[in-house]
């Protein structure tokens, strides 16, 4: 019995991010990322995307920690001292200004009616314990609902490991969403509208992915 209940212990930190949007401030998203079974010291570093780079973690601010000690060693990597077992890490990101006219499709960005968030751009994680779970709590304004490929619901939502949890962005605001099957596979489809989109036909949007899914369920056989 004692062996069982070892073996249903994570070998891993437990951790829990949660990012908060303040429709009264759109200049940043606030984090916190609570860590429970914290060892003693560890390493935090900022995802690099193997693409590009965008060294978001430039745009972090007032990084603090509450039950540690919190340095920044340089770049992407902060270290943690003197931890208790559960300590909660604070910061902000601080969205840089918008640059040319059209919007970069993977970098965060906040409106009065969505936006996105994505782990690699906001997210520290735990040098070491990436096969670790994680949870992703979203504190958002009324009417906000996310879409995300990450299981959960309730603006809360699970990862097994940091693999997943830095391929799982989160779209915000007022979504809307629309459902069809290809395949013999349900799907869903959210759309944001920016302040200044153009009308569209919402019928033929959703037939055409529906086409690409159903091709490409035929080319590669599922």
Do not use: C
Request: charged share 20%; hydrophobic share 45%; aromatic share 12%.
């Amino acid at each position: 019995m004692l062996w069982l209940l070892a073996a249903l212990v994570s070998p891993f930190p437990d951790v829990t991010y949660t990012i908060r949007v303040d429709p009264a401030d759109l200049s940043a998203f606030d984090i916190t990322m609570n860590v429970r079974r914290a060892p003693p010291s560890f390493t935090l570093a900022m995802f690099s995307h193997p693409e590009y780079d965008d060294k978001y973690w430039r745009y972090l601010d007032h990084v603090t920690a509450d039950g540690g000690v919190i340095t920044h060693d340089s770049g992407a990597v902060w270290h943690v001292t003197n931890a208790s077992g559960a300590l909660t890490i604070h910061y902000r990101l601080v969205l840089p200004p918008r640059s040319g006219t059209q919007r970069q499709a993977w970098k965060p960005f906040l409106t009065p009616t969505g936006g996105l968030v994505d782990a690699p751009h906001a997210l520290l994680y735990i040098v070491g314990a990436e096969p670790g779970p994680s949870e992703v709590r979203l504190i958002l304004p009324t009417g906000w609902r996310v879409a995300t490929p990450l299981p959960g619901d309730s603006n809360q939502y699970r990862a097994r490991n940091v693999a997943d949890l830095m391929d799982g962005p989160f779209l915000l605001g007022r979504l809307r969403e629309w459902d069809f099957q290809a395949a013999h596979t349900p799907h869903r489809v959210f759309y944001w509208d920016a302040p200044d989109a153009k009308a569209f036909d919402t019928t033929q949007f959703v037939v055409h992915i529906g086409e690409v899914v159903s091709q490409a369920a035929a080319l590669f056989g599922g």
